[in-house]
């Protein structure tokens, strides 16, 4: 026994130990081989012939236990893609030599290779142990999300999970490193890398314009949908979750993803929504807007133009914008024809815009993924019939009318891509494709024009941009929590438009001074880095 | 007896059992391997081995060679491969019991060193005592069978602890572990008797007489009744198993099996509907990940044991199995798919059919019709205790809390599973030859009026 123990704690051991384990698996074969080569002599000869079926039923027995060991297989040797049973093992596995705590989870990068997300070994307590580190803090916080053991994952590398984990090949050469790393017995997956179409200095200028305030900005091609930013703040910083955002009781809401999954009044921006609806029926005549304002019934308050309220903050008298066309309603962002545009077109006519322009929905931005990180679509409900001061208020986008950035952003992309919105990317790997057509081309053509307009002299003309021809329009939203929200819709260069943006500061005022700089200024980065 | 001069004698016998020794031989040889890797775990735990850890090992090899030198003996003619099969499936439980702490630290318990080797000694001296056509007395009183079956869970509803709705038996025994050989044997013995009603089937579309079915299926519904009074599901799936096997192996009639198999259908819906523990189960299997912490801990740490082990496993001794709660009975295949990782799996998995293989090789090839029922049905019996088990913790199907026959920690079961072996074995063995020495004449009066009944009726 002493001599047994002094073995079992001497340094060859370990060696010893994995020639017993061989060892042991090659007598067990031998065994078998054994029963094989000796089928001769345990036939039982000297009983009956056999009868049939009975080896029928022992095929049939083979059949299923194979099945199940190809279905332990999946489990055992392909766990990986499965990301519940992965997240499972990382949370509650105490043990150390568990593959699943030393997965090198796949790295995310930016379209120019800038990386965004990776996994480093790190001690904990004398053990080391895989983590996921963001060089980029809280600016990605949302868009690319986090992958913790406690708290599970969000954005991207919730999406990808599979994938970065390893996922289920589905190449002969990925059937064959796995393979490899099983025989092998390395104990380090590797997931797969990914690469995603956000631009990280694009995405960091929009964070830090943000800075303090809440808000979001969302940037996509109009022609092929690559996403370059996403951006929410405020935001968290994913190398140090801490368990209090996750108590849903934080005060400033920073794990809702503003760009994607914010509701908000959108104000003035709306109105590119109802003159898209007015233009694809035909309208071409003028209405009359005067100073006092428009109203559906004497019992509720008059809708008028900003002017109107800046005119009597200063004392002095203004006469209304009179008959105007569509083009200088919108230039100029008169609440009063677009309030009486939407109500002359009535309930139905709006319900049909609010589908065509996909509200109420949610639109997969990783559609390849076996789970799709979504953004969300404003909210429009059906205005009931009856109630036409609500339709005017809708048509204003305000009252019932609710919008996120990214839908925003896309219907901005749609102007500026001929009336076609374009499937929304967080994937190079993704091929472009179109989503959906919001508007008719000439409808399109005629609005992008406009919206130059509205820049070059209206609204926006704060903006304005010697050599950058910014389209765009201003929305100033009010809302019952306090200050108007500020909000900038727009594309550049408007003659060959690449970039279209969504930028929304929460009560921040008019749009032409809090969002409408912070789009000029990515627009103007954007432009400095060749993607203008 | 023997067929020829040259195996007259113990040294003719000894010659004739030479493959079973061979096997017996590696199979040990195996174990022991294993085991010495095993008890390299100790120290490195802190722990260091004394004399008394060698116990299990020399346990099972001496119960094994004793079984041999039994049958030697007594000049067994029969199958030579189940002996060693089951000795490396006992020795593959023993190496995963000792890793799950079953002999270690406790007051010696005679249950865990005692049962196997007990057990091997009992299959031998059940083989040598019903061989040479012996077996058939067993047919005499197939009533008898049925209502020992009774009795068994009578005494188990009885004495048993209610538990969450169960019925468990106390302490060491579980009586109606049993039910899987007194069952095979009523069935055996009653459709023997009436193989040729049975298979009489009639109508445009073929369906069984019901009139020779009526007593089957009277008592098996008495069964049922029974057993889902104390909720012992597995029993209930592992006789319905047996049963429809038999009648269709008996009456060379598949039908059965297809209206068995229609039957079955039925019985899990209304099981489902109206068992709350069958409800959760199935959930469990369908959706593991509803409740991870809680309904569905022990098969996600068995799979997560398994992930850990991969192919090829870390061998005895680095592993941790012990974070599978209660791995030592129903969960056993996932503590040697983790020590012994993928590979290890499908290694088990095939002992088990080739103990399965040997089963259906002695029903098959069985001289008397009640033999190759009765080694049908024990073929059943194991069939389906080892598919569920395995399935169970593969989530390949429903978790049905069985043990994996000859592996898993236990005392009923493994003593039944024996004994059920004990007569497979003692079928194999065949019949008296026809011509006769003039020596115990009555014997073989009963033996030969038996062959001429069984002749008969084919």
């Not at chain 1, 965004?116 to 990605?140: I, K, N, Q």
């Not at chain 1, 009318?401 to 790997?429: D, E, F, K, S």
Request: glycine share 10%; net charge positive.
């Amino acid at each position: 026994m002493d001599l047994l123990n002094a073995l079992f704690q001497s340094a060859p051991w370990p060696t010893l130990r994995a020639g017993l384990h061989v060892a042991f698996m090659l007598a067990a074969l031998y065994l078998l081989k054994q029963v094989f080569s000796l089928r001769a002599a345990t036939a039982l000869r000297h009983l009956a012939k056999p009868r049939s079926g009975f080896g029928v039923a022992f095929a049939g027995l083979v059949l299923l236990f194979a099945a199940m060991l190809a279905y332990q297989a999946t489990w055992q040797l392909s766990g990986t893609s499965r990301p519940d049973f992965v997240a499972f093992m990382q949370l509650h596995d105490r043990r150390q030599f568990n593959p699943a705590h030393w997965i090198e989870r796949g790295r995310l990068f930016d379209h120019t290779g800038e990386l965004l997300a990776e996994s480093r070994d790190f001690a904990r307590g004398g053990e080391t142990a895989v983590r996921r580190h963001y060089p980029y803090g809280p600016v990605f916080a949302h868009a690319v999300g986090y992958a913790h053991p406690r708290y599970g994952t969000a954005g991207m590398e919730a999406a990808a999970n599979v994938s970065l984990n390893g996922g289920r090949p589905d190449s002969l050469a990925e059937w064959g490193e796995l393979g490899r790393r099983l025989i092998t017995r390395d104990k380090r997956p590797r997931g797969r890398d990914l690469t995603l179409t956000l631009d990280a200095a694009l995405q960091q200028a929009a964070y830090r314009a943000l800075g303090e305030r809440a808000g979001a900005v969302v940037m996509l091609r109009p022609d092929d949908g690559a996403i370059r930013v996403l951006a929410s703040t405020p935001a968290f910083d994913p190398n140090r979750l801490q368990a209090e955002l996750f108590s849903g009781r934080d005060p400033r809401s920073r794990l809702l993803n503003r760009a994607t999954h914010g509701l908000y009044p959108p104000g003035s921006v709306f109105k590119v929504v109802l003159a898209a609806q007015a233009l694809d029926a035909g309208f071409s005549s003028r209405l009359d807007c005067p100073a006092d304002g428009y109203t559906t019934s004497p019992r509720y308050r008059k809708i008028r133009d900003h002017e109107y309220y800046s005119a009597r903050g200063a004392g002095r008298d203004w006469q209304g914008h009179g008959r105007i066309g569509l083009d200088r309603a919108l230039i100029k962002s008169s609440n009063v024809f677009f309030a009486k545009l939407g109500v002359g077109y009535g309930h139905d006519a709006f319900g049909r815009t609010a589908d065509r322009f996909l509200f109420n929905r949610t639109i997969a931005l990783t559609a390849s993924l076996s789970k799709a990180q979504v953004m969300r679509t404003g909210r429009i409900p059906r205005i009931a019939a009856s109630d036409r001061y609500g339709l005017a208020q809708a048509a204003i986008g305000q009252g019932a009318v609710l919008a996120t950035p990214a839908q925003m952003a896309l219907i901005a992309a749609a102007v500026a891509n001929g009336g076609v919105a374009p499937q929304p990317r967080l994937l190079v790997a993704e091929p472009p494709r179109p989503l959906a057509r919001l508007m008719n081309a000439d409808t399109a053509s005629r609005l992008a024009s406009m919206m130059r307009r509205v820049v070059s002299e209206g609204t926006g003309r704060v903006i304005e941009t010697p050599g950058l021809a910014i389209a765009g329009k201003t929305g100033t939203a009010e809302n019952p929590r306090g200050d108007a929200h500020s909000w900038f819709i727009g594309f550049a260069p408007a003659g060959r438009p690449t970039l279209a943006v969504a930028v929304l500061v929460e009560h921040a005022g008019y749009g032409s001074a809090a969002a409408a700089p912070i789009a000029r200024d990515l627009l103007l980065l954007a432009r400095e880095r060749g993607l203008l | 007896m023997s067929r020829s001069a040259a195996s007259e004698g113990f040294a003719g016998h000894w010659q004739q059992r030479a493959p079973e020794r061979r096997l017996l031989f590696w199979a040990l040889v195996t174990i022991t391997l294993g085991y010495t890797m095993l008890l390299g775990a100790g120290p490195k735990d802190g722990y260091l081995i004394r004399s008394i850890d060698l116990l299990p090992l020399i346990g099972l090899a001496a119960g094994y060679g004793a079984a041999h030198l039994l049958l030697v003996a007594s000049g067994f003619r029969g199958d030579q491969v189940l002996l060693p099969a089951t000795a490396f499936l006992c020795g593959a439980g023993v190496l995963a019991q000792y890793r799950m702490g079953v002999f270690i630290g406790e007051p010696l318990s005679m249950t865990g060193y005692a049962v196997m080797p007990a057990g091997a000694l009992l299959m031998a001296a059940g083989a040598a005592m019903a061989k040479n056509g012996r077996y058939r007395l067993l047919a005499r009183w197939p009533w008898g069978w049925a209502l020992l079956s009774v009795a068994l869970i009578g005494v188990l509803l009885v004495t048993g602890q209610r538990f969450r709705g169960g019925v468990y038996a106390v302490g060491f025994v579980t009586p109606t572990e049993l039910l899987k050989l007194t069952v095979v044997l009523f069935a055996a013995a009653y459709i023997d008797l009436n193989a040729k009603a049975l298979a009489n089937w009639r109508g445009p579309i073929p369906f069984p007489r019901l009139r020779p079915l009526w007593p089957l299926i009277g008592f098996f519904v008495l069964l049922l009744g029974l057993l889902l009074l104390q909720r012992d599901l597995g029993m209930v799936v592992i006789l319905a198993m047996a049963l429809l096997s038999m009648l269709a192996a008996g009456t060379r009639r598949a039908g059965y099996l297809v209206y068995g198999g229609f039957a079955a259908a039925g019985a899990a819906y209304l099981g489902y509907r109206f068992f709350d523990h069958v409800q959760s189960r199935v959930e469990t299997w369908l959706e593991p990940f509803r409740d991870p912490t809680g309904s569905s801990w022990q098969i996600l740490q068995g799979f997560t044991g398994m992930y850990s082990g991969g192919l090829w496993g870390e061998g005895f001794s680095q592993a941790r199995p012990r974070y599978t709660p209660i791995a030592e009975s129903d969960f056993i295949y996932a503590v040697i798919a983790e020590e012994l990782g993928f590979a290890g799996g499908v290694l088990l998995a095939a002992f088990f059919l080739l103990l399965l293989a040997r089963l259906l090789l002695i029903a098959a090839r069985a001289r008397s019709a009640f033999g190759m029922l009765a080694a049908s049905g024990v073929a059943a019996v194991f069939a389906t205790q080892i598919f569920l088990n395995l399935g169970g913790v593969t989530k390949f199907v429903p978790l049905t809390g069985l043990t994996l026959p000859f592996v898993s920690h236990g005392g009923s079961s493994l003593l039944t599973a024996f004994a059920s072996l004990g007569l497979a074995l003692a079928i194999s063995d065949g019949e008296p030859a026809r011509k006769k020495k003039k020596r115990s004449a009555s014997k073989r009066g009963t033996a030969a009026t038996a062959t001429a009944r069984g002749a008969a009726r084919r």
